[in-house]
């Protein structure tokens, strides 16, 4: 089995086990902003609502980036193909771009680490539940990690195509 494969696999996995959660996520935050407009239209206050919100929306985002990724929607700017009709030329800058995409990336995990270390060693909590704040941060470091996965599996893309265009 080679790694691509395995690659394959692993890819299939991530997308049975994020794209529920994305989807319970995005019901979550619509019920609760519209249970929280009601409240407040009504003249009752419910606390608390707002960091549960802000909790739920960053494993959105960040959860929604990594399908982006996986499925190759997210958002790139490859003008570059637009100027250019060598199309050995293209891969290699399309190659260039995935390697200094992935060089961020390792900084985005070492970042991410940071702050869930952070998190765990100051004990911050939400102000109202008392949700420990390293429940959210988790999200940036799952994502950072998982996206790493996307561009290392592009990035062996671009080079299997490299190697066949020779």
């Given at each position: 089995?080679?790694?691509?494969?395995?690659?394959?696999?692993?890819?299939?996995?991530?997308?049975?086990?994020?794209?529920?959660?994305?989807?319970?996520?995005?019901?979550?935050?619509?019920?609760?902003?519209?249970?929280?407009?009601?409240?407040?239209?009504?003249?009752?206050?419910?606390?608390?609502?707002?960091e549960l919100i802000l909790m739920s929306v960053i494993w959105l985002?960040?959860?929604?980036?990594?399908?982006?990724?996986?499925?190759?929607?997210?958002?790139?700017?490859?003008?570059?193909?637009?100027?250019?009709?060598?199309?050995?030329?293209?891969?290699?800058?399309?190659?260039?771009?995935?390697?200094?995409?992935?060089?961020m990336a390792g900084l985005f995990i070492s970042w991410a680490y940071?702050?869930?270390?952070?998190?765990?060693?100051?004990?911050?909590?939400?102000?109202?539940?008392?949700?420990?704040?390293?429940?959210?941060?988790?999200?940036?470091f799952i994502a950072s990690i998982l996206l790493t996965f996307y561009?290392?599996?592009?990035?062996?893309?671009?080079?299997?195509?490299?190697?066949?265009?020779?």
């Amino acid at each position: 089995m080679n790694v691509l494969s395995i690659i394959n696999l692993l890819d299939s996995i991530i997308g049975v086990v994020i794209k529920p959660i994305i989807v319970v996520a995005s019901l979550f935050i619509a019920i609760t902003l519209t249970i929280g407009i009601i409240c407040r239209s009504i003249n009752i206050p419910i606390f608390g609502l707002e960091e549960l919100i802000l909790m739920s929306v960053i494993w959105l985002y960040m959860l929604g980036a990594v399908l982006a990724s996986r499925e190759r929607t997210h958002l790139s700017a490859d003008f570059f193909q637009a100027f250019c009709k060598n199309k050995k030329v293209v891969k290699w800058v399309h190659l260039l771009a995935n390697v200094i995409s992935l060089v961020m990336a390792g900084l985005f995990i070492s970042w991410a680490y940071a702050l869930v270390s952070w998190g765990f060693q100051k004990g911050q909590v939400s102000p109202v539940f008392g949700i420990p704040m390293y429940l959210s941060q988790g999200g940036l470091f799952i994502a950072s990690i998982l996206l790493t996965f996307y561009l290392i599996r592009d990035l062996l893309n671009d080079v299997k195509d490299l190697m066949t265009m020779s």
